[in-house]
């Protein structure tokens, strides 16, 4: 069972293990060597909305940076079975992503919260949206009518989101965060001083100027390539899909006590 209340980082890091949010994850390696493979091929739909260019047509290059941000297992002979995420590394990166919301909450930014994986980490935005709002942040409402080739861009608990088929979609697409700050920039609104998202809504975020933190996992390189760029300022490994999301909430209240916002 998730623990209650706000984890002390041990306590954390043993909930993320026991949870496989970290640890022996169930994404298997052959995925993670395929996707970094695709990338590493000019696939742009693992791009996540980033533009790379050239600049990673090695797949060990990718491998390597995987090995170093998130823990995977770094011996490229180790083709088969199972992978992992460091839970160190996870905790790290929340830290660092603490970091950032505590100045948005400082400055009273204008914050846009999306995401790519509503059936997993929908909850860990709209808590933090909360969060922030209640520190005096602005929330950004996306602009009506937003489509993309997929389905409808909407906005559900201050969490922007896919939505095709009357079911909220999951995508690694850039085109939905792209429809948002096309739009805003149409309408003469400001755009946000900082997203927080996942997938290719992080990522184009980023790649557009904006100041962009997200969650990913061991399977999706792009935003943790972003992030050694920096062109992404946190990306936080985790398996973004686990049996429950409720598995999440510990990590949630860990990173908004970090954040001086609980």
Known sequence: MPISGTPSRA????????????????????????????????????????????????????????????????????????????????????DRLAGRLRKAADDGQRVLFAT????????????????????????????DGLTTDEGYVMQFADVAMLEHGATLWHTHSGEPMKAILTALERAGRPLPDLVVADHGWAGYAGQHGVDSVGYADCNDPALFIAEAE???????PLDDHV????????????????????
């Open 11 to 94: 306590e954390l890091v043993d909930h993320l293990v026991r949870t496989r949010i970290a640890g022996d994850v169930a994404t298997p390696r052959e995925n993670n060597l395929s996707h970094y493979r695709k990338l590493a091929n000019g696939d742009r739909h693992y791009w996540l909305g980033l533009e790379l260019g050239d600049r990673w047509s090695d797949e060990q290059d990718v491998l390597a940076v995987m090995a170093e941000r998130v823990g995977v297992n770094d011996d490229p002979e180790h083709r088969y079975g199972q992978d992992t995420i460091d839970p160190e590394l996870t905790v790290a990166a929340l």
């Open 116 to 143: 790519g994986h509503p059936g997993g980490l929908l909850d860990v935005h709209r808590a933090t949206a909360s969060a922030l709002r209640t520190a005096g942040c602005e929330i950004v409402v996306i602009p």
């Open 230 to 236: 920096g062109t992404v300022q946190v990306t936080v």
């Open 243 to 262: 049996v429950s999301p409720r598995h999440y909430d510990p990590m949630t209240a860990y990173l908004l006590a970090e954040a001086g916002l609980s």
